[in-house]
């Protein structure tokens, strides 16, 4: 795939804004809400969302393999970067398999998201752990990525209607 400079420059900004929004989220103490461990709002997908409709997906990939390993690499949690690698990978994909069907919103595709990525976490847990006993915390997860995934989706539908006029999205 080849970029040009603009939408080289776009695909960096939006991983700098994932970047941000991702290191924003862990400001919010989101236990206090929801007393269930783990559970995160993703603020980043939302962004991940946007370069999906708005670039491709080859660019929303490029973004989202970028803020994983930048993003473990500034935590310094070398670790993370399984669990972050396989919930975006897995989102990623199912995100762009769901984008491709027609009728279905952008609340749609990112319900699915996060409980893909929600998956892919539980999996990489599974191959740390050396066991399934994380395959029990699955239904509670995906019983959150309901509300998280339409919360992202509402964030993502309202910057599309912000940006409907700058001409960024491809239809």
Known sequence: MKLTTTQLTLCA???????ALSYLENLFPLA???PIPGVKLGLANVVTL?????LGPGEALLILLARCFLGSLFAGNVNALLFSLLGGLCAMGTMILLARRRGLSVY???????AAHNCGQIAAAVLTLGSRAPLYYLPVLLAVSLLTGGLTGLAAACLFRGLRHTGLMNG
């Open 108 to 114: 749609g595709v990112s319900v699915g998201g996060a």
């Open 13 to 19: 900004l939006l991983t700098a804004m994932a970047l």
């Open 32 to 34: 206090l809400a929801i």
């Open 50 to 54: 946007f370069a999906l409709f708005a």
